[in-house]
């Protein structure tokens, strides 16, 4: 009762309470003071008042076919007033109140018009029949039960016609609100049936109106009163029930919806002629002229309704089968795939074009699954999706379909449902060339033109995603690569540049993100720890050490990194970090690696004073074992180390770099030969071999085989126990001095090692230049990171090189177990890295030789 308004909900009361009062002190007769019809207008007002006041919300058109009842509950409640108010000869009889209160209780019928009219394909005619022969049928079943309705003898004789008049009132409503409110829409379905319940109750009050004229009681008057005031609060609640706003025109706001009510009433009407005609025999009654008469027209009217049923429904299959061929019509004519499936994806349709679209030649065959028609992995997220949520929501699913060989085409599909049905409509549209598109461009959003690297902007969306594992980034920047562009060109630049792209894939694992800045910076994301970024860090140095060749000119660049943890710092942060170690490790000169966690001035090192450090013995020398297969030290490589108080050890490249800047390459290269072998002398074991290597980029090459005699011959070391080490980039970018330095070197019996061997560019023309007698390969860079099996397949090709050229090779970077068995199982002679013996003092070095297995 909350719904309703307070105007009805008070008019319900009175209409009880008022009644109950009033309709025991009224005179039937209709002499006297007609207090009922006082109440009745009351009721009336009210229910009108409410009608109102729900028709000011509603739209135009909503509240259209809802003003009759307003105006007919205002003249009713005009007609009661009067007839209530001024009782006597005035508003006794068949008078003003009565005209007014017929115009009043037939405005439902208009209500009913209107309703029939919002109805899609309303057929008037057949209304009109049908609401004749429900008329018909009841004036019929009136006359068959002898009613006073139509036979008012005992009514007075000015007053029958007026009882004739509320018989005729009560078939005239019944039959017009059956005809035309039996089929209506869905979202007036609420509002006809009440509507259908207030006439059938005006219906009822116009007979208790008559049998109250042919005999009066206040028994009949108080039906006729009780019954009015529950037909005009129907009228208020169907008024109430009606939806605020119009539901358009489409198929589906407008489409029909048979009434139960509305068809019970018509039925009945229909069924009740028969029996009452049984009812008639059995009482034993003649069946008058006027009967019989209203049962032929009833008939007659019946067949006519049948005949135009025929007709309509010939019609309606023309129709429908003209439709489905212009639906059919449509369908095969359109680009865009329709398929029809059930819950099982079974395809219970396909037009034309979806079966192209999916791959079926010839006709659709029964038990075809859509599931079996797309590529393998698409199978079960599209059963989960399709399954997840209900026809026509969410996004369009995406589908792939094997077309030939390994190409797939990508379909985009729409689907609908009808409500509580089991089919689901597809509408499929071929995207292929739309998502090749949209791919293509979000690789080029996010792709560097000329090396094919990520650009900056997945850089940063890299950086900026969320994970659980450790990460860190390596910021990179290339030394002299302005000289390149200079001497030979932008074109040749470029060149080098996609050449750096190449190699930094060589050192990093396939998950690892490899970005280009711009210019010549790149980018690196490492998963790893800070250590392993460090790791991958100086491999980064030494691959980009090695010299690059483009348009016929070799180039010795080099790169600068800066290493920073994503773990701990986030993306921008990390960013800053690894760019502000890079500066700090361009700072520290070429091929210097700086970590954000300890970024520190190199100043000690640029302040380096190789005399002074060699007097207070602050640069040492440092050895890595190369052992043999059954881990014997056959051979040790030296390495300067300088101790800075402040950044503690600095060696490899950086102490190179800084010794380059302050010219003292030389002297630096001069102390390791002779520090070196000095102290390779003092071990007992005279079958160990010491391999020196010469600095990395232009090395001096004048006097270079008198200052290794002169230290061979210092120390007392054999010639044959001496191993000069040099790369590629050494030999292309020193003097031509160079290699007879190296030649002489060879003849006193010192033997002669190609660093990083198999990296270079004229690896055979190079050695037929100079005569070797070892090589050293990298193990680590021969494949991408961690890619083991590859790099041992390399390495065993190498392997079989070498042998076959009298080589030595020996096996660098060996960092685990794996490696060591795999360049054994390769054929190589002798083994270094982390794995093996490294960083040894002399003292270590000789504590390792004591107990190390003596050669037979």
């Given at each position: 009762?909350?719904e309703?308004?307070r105007?009805?909900?008070?008019?319900?009361?009175?209409g009880i309470?008022?009644?109950?009062?009033?309709?025991?002190h009224?005179?039937?007769?209709g002499?006297?003071?007609?207090?009922?019809?006082?109440?009745?207008?009351?009721?009336?007002?009210?229910?009108?008042?409410?009608?109102?006041?729900?028709?000011r919300?509603?739209?135009?058109?909503?509240a259209?076919?809802?003003?009759?009842?307003?105006?007919?509950?205002?003249?009713?409640?005009?007609?009661?007033?009067?007839?209530g108010?001024?009782?006597?000869?005035?508003?006794?009889?068949?008078?003003?109140?009565?005209?007014?209160l017929?115009?009043?209780a037939t405005?439902?019928?208009?209500t009913?018009?209107?309703?029939?009219?919002?109805?899609s394909?309303?057929?008037?005619?057949?209304?009109?029949?049908?609401?004749?022969?429900?008329v018909?049928?009841i004036?019929?079943?009136?006359e068959?039960?002898?009613?006073?309705?139509?036979?008012?003898?005992?009514?007075?004789?000015?007053?029958?016609?007026?009882v004739?008049?509320?018989?005729?009132?009560?078939a005239?409503?019944?039959?017009?609100?059956?005809?035309?409110c039996?089929?209506?829409?869905?979202?007036?379905?609420r509002?006809?049936?009440?509507?259908?319940?207030?006439?059938?109750?005006?219906?009822?009050?116009?007979?208790?109106?008559?049998?109250?004229?042919v005999?009066?009681?206040?028994?009949?008057?108080?039906v006729s009163?009780y019954?009015?005031a529950?037909a005009?609060?129907?009228?208020g609640?169907?008024?109430?029930?009606?939806p605020l706003?119009?539901?358009?025109?489409?198929?589906r706001?407008?489409?029909?919806?048979?009434?139960?009510?509305?068809l019970?009433?018509?039925?009945a009407?229909?069924l009740?002629v028969?029996?009452?005609?049984?009812?008639?025999?059995?009482?034993?009654?003649d069946?008058?002229?006027?009967?019989?008469?209203g049962?032929?027209?009833?008939?007659v009217?019946?067949?006519v309704?049948?005949v135009?049923?025929?007709?309509?429904?010939?019609?309606?299959?023309?129709?429908?089968?003209?439709?489905?061929?212009d639906f059919?019509?449509?369908?095969?004519?359109?680009?865009?795939?329709?398929?029809?499936?059930?819950?099982g994806?079974?395809?219970?349709?396909?037009s034309?074009?979806?079966?192209?679209?999916?791959?079926?030649?010839?006709?659709?065959?029964?038990d075809v699954?859509?599931?079996?028609l797309?590529?393998?992995?698409?199978?079960e997220?599209?059963?989960?999706?399709?399954?997840?949520?209900?026809?026509?929501?969410?996004?369009a699913?995406?589908?792939?379909?094997?077309?030939?060989?390994?190409r797939?085409?990508?379909?985009?599909?729409?689907?609908?449902?009808?409500?509580?049905?089991?089919?689901?409509?597809?509408?499929l549209?071929?995207?292929t060339?739309?998502?090749?598109?949209?791919?293509?461009?979000?690789?080029?959003?996010?792709?560097?033109?000329?090396t094919g690297?990520p650009?900056?902007?997945?850089?940063?969306?890299?950086?900026?995603a969320?994970?659980?594992?450790?990460?860190c980034?390596l910021v990179?920047?290339?030394?002299?690569f302005?000289?390149?562009?200079?001497?030979?060109?932008?074109?040749?630049?470029?060149?080098?540049?996609?050449?750096?792209?190449r190699?930094l894939?060589?050192?990093v694992?396939?998950?690892?993100?490899?970005?280009?800045?711009?210019?010549?910076?790149?980018?690196?994301?490492?998963?790893?720890?800070?250590?392993?970024?460090?790791d991958?860090?100086r491999?980064?140095?030494?691959?980009?050490a090695?010299?690059?060749?483009?348009d016929?000119?070799?180039?010795?660049?080099g790169?600068?990194?800066?290493?920073?943890?994503?773990?701990?710092?986030?993306?921008?942060?990390a960013?800053r970090?690894?760019?502000?170690?890079?500066?700090?490790?361009?700072?520290?000169?070429?091929?210097?690696?700086?970590?954000s966690?300890?970024v520190?001035v190199?100043?000690?090192?640029?302040e380096?004073?190789l005399e002074?450090?060699?007097?207070?013995?602050?640069?040492t020398?440092?050895f890595?074992?190369?052992?043999?297969?059954?881990g014997?030290i056959?051979?040790v490589?030296?390495?300067?180390?300088?101790?800075?108080p402040?950044?503690?050890?600095?060696?490899?490249?950086?102490?190179?770099?800084?010794?380059d800047r302050?010219?003292?390459?030389?002297?630096?290269?001069g102390?390791?030969?002779?520090?070196?072998?000095?102290e390779?002398?003092?071990?007992?074991d005279?079958?160990v071999?010491?391999?020196?290597?010469?600095?990395?980029?232009?090395?001096?090459?004048?006097?270079?085989?008198?200052?290794?005699?002169?230290?061979?011959?210092?120390?007392g070391?054999?010639?044959?126990r001496f191993?000069?080490?040099?790369?590629?980039?050494?030999?292309l970018t020193?003097?031509?001095?160079?290699?007879?330095?190296?030649?002489?070197?060879?003849?006193?019996?010192v033997?002669?090692c190609?660093?990083?061997?198999?990296l270079?560019?004229s690896?055979?023309?190079?050695?037929?230049?100079?005569?070797?007698?070892?090589?050293?390969?990298?193990?680590?860079?021969?494949?991408a990171?961690?890619?083991?099996?590859?790099?041992?397949?390399?390495?065993?090709?190498?392997?079989?090189?070498?042998?076959?050229?009298?080589?030595?090779?020996?096996?660098?970077?060996?960092?685990?177990t794996?490696?060591?068995?795999?360049?054994?199982?390769?054929?190589?002679?002798?083994?270094h890295?982390?794995?093996?013996p490294h960083?040894l003092?002399?003292?270590t070095?000789?504590?390792?030789?004591?107990?190390?297995?003596v050669?037979?």
């Amino acid at each position: 009762m909350r719904e309703v308004p307070r105007p009805i909900r008070w008019a319900v009361v009175l209409g009880i309470v008022g009644l109950a009062l009033t309709v025991p002190h009224s005179a039937p007769d209709g002499t006297g003071m007609q207090w009922d019809e006082l109440v009745l207008g009351a009721v009336a007002t009210s229910c009108a008042v409410g009608i109102v006041r729900r028709l000011r919300i509603m739209d135009r058109a909503s509240a259209r076919p809802w003003w009759p009842p307003a105006v007919g509950a205002l003249g009713f409640a005009v007609a009661q007033f009067l007839a209530g108010s001024f009782p006597g000869p005035a508003f006794d009889g068949f008078g003003v109140d009565d005209v007014v209160l017929l115009a009043g209780a037939t405005s439902p019928l208009i209500t009913c018009a209107l309703l029939a009219r919002g109805v899609s394909r309303t057929r008037w005619s057949a209304l009109v029949l049908d609401g004749a022969i429900v008329v018909t049928a009841i004036l019929v079943i009136t006359e068959l039960l002898r009613t006073p309705l139509v036979s008012p003898a005992a009514a007075p004789e000015d007053l029958r016609s007026l009882v004739l008049v509320y018989g005729a009132y009560a078939a005239v409503m019944l039959g017009g609100v059956g005809a035309l409110c039996t089929v209506s829409t869905a979202a007036m379905r609420r509002s006809a049936t009440t509507l259908i319940a207030g006439v059938s109750l005006q219906a009822c009050a116009a007979g208790a109106e008559a049998m109250a004229i042919v005999d009066p009681s206040w028994g009949w008057t108080a039906v006729s009163d009780y019954a009015v005031a529950a037909a005009l609060l129907c009228a208020g609640l169907a008024a109430h029930r009606a939806p605020l706003r119009a539901a358009g025109r489409s198929a589906r706001a407008s489409a029909p919806q048979v009434s139960a009510a509305g068809l019970s009433l018509v039925v009945a009407a229909i069924l009740g002629v028969p029996a009452a005609m049984v009812w008639g025999v059995l009482q034993g009654e003649d069946v008058s002229t006027a009967a019989l008469l209203g049962c032929g027209l009833a008939f007659v009217l019946m067949s006519v309704r049948l005949v135009l049923r025929i007709r309509e429904d010939g019609r309606v299959s023309e129709d429908l089968v003209r439709s489905e061929e212009d639906f059919r019509d449509l369908i095969e004519s359109s680009s865009d795939g329709i398929a029809i499936m059930d819950g099982g994806f079974r395809l219970l349709f396909a037009s034309p074009a979806a079966r192209s679209l999916l791959g079926i030649d010839g006709e659709l065959s029964d038990d075809v699954s859509l599931l079996d028609l797309l590529v393998p992995e698409d199978r079960e997220p599209v059963r989960a999706a399709a399954l997840a949520q209900a026809a026509g929501d969410g996004a369009a699913l995406h589908l792939r379909v094997p077309v030939e060989g390994t190409r797939t085409r990508e379909l985009e599909v729409i689907s609908s449902e009808r409500p509580g049905g089991t089919r689901r409509v597809l509408y499929l549209r071929d995207v292929t060339t739309r998502r090749t598109r949209e791919r293509e461009l979000e690789r080029m959003a996010y792709t560097d033109h000329l090396t094919g690297l990520p650009n900056r902007a997945l850089l940063f969306r890299e950086l900026g995603a969320v994970s659980d594992d450790e990460r860190c980034l390596l910021v990179l920047d290339l030394d002299g690569f302005k000289a390149v562009n200079d001497v030979a060109g932008h074109e040749s630049g470029d060149h080098l540049l996609i050449e750096v792209a190449r190699r930094l894939h060589t050192v990093v694992r396939d998950d690892d993100l490899v970005a280009r800045l711009g210019g010549d910076e790149f980018a690196v994301v490492v998963a790893g720890s800070v250590a392993d970024g460090e790791d991958v860090a100086r491999r980064i140095v030494d691959v980009m050490a090695m010299p690059f060749r483009t348009d016929g000119t070799t180039f010795a660049v080099g790169a600068s990194v800066g290493v920073a943890g994503l773990a701990s710092l986030g993306g921008q942060a990390a960013f800053r970090a690894a760019d502000s170690a890079l500066r700090e490790a361009k700072r520290a000169g070429k091929g210097c690696v700086r970590v954000s966690d300890d970024v520190l001035v190199l100043a000690g090192a640029d302040e380096m004073s190789l005399e002074l450090a060699e007097a207070e013995g602050t640069t040492t020398v440092r050895f890595d074992a190369a052992c043999t297969s059954d881990g014997r030290i056959a051979l040790v490589q030296a390495t300067p180390v300088y101790r800075h108080p402040g950044i503690g050890a600095v060696q490899g490249p950086e102490l190179w770099s800084a010794a380059d800047r302050h010219g003292r390459t030389a002297a630096l290269q001069g102390w390791l030969l002779r520090q070196a072998c000095a102290e390779l002398a003092t071990l007992p074991d005279r079958s160990v071999a010491l391999a020196v290597s010469l600095p990395p980029g232009p090395a001096p090459a004048v006097g270079l085989a008198r200052e290794v005699a002169d230290a061979l011959a210092e120390t007392g070391v054999d010639p044959s126990r001496f191993v000069l080490s040099f790369t590629e980039e050494t030999l292309l970018t020193s003097s031509a001095a160079l290699v007879p330095e190296l030649a002489a070197i060879r003849r006193s019996g010192v033997r002669l090692c190609l660093d990083n061997y198999g990296l270079g560019y004229s690896l055979f023309g190079l050695m037929a230049r100079v005569p070797l007698d070892m090589v050293r390969v990298e193990l680590p860079a021969l494949a991408a990171r961690d890619d083991t099996d590859r790099a041992l397949l390399v390495l065993a090709a190498i392997g079989r090189t070498t042998t076959d050229l009298g080589l030595v090779s020996i096996a660098g970077g060996i960092a685990t177990t794996e490696q060591r068995d795999g360049a054994v199982a390769a054929g190589l002679q002798l083994l270094h890295g982390r794995a093996l013996p490294h960083d040894l003092t002399v003292e270590t070095l000789t504590a390792l030789l004591a107990e190390s297995p003596v050669p037979a």
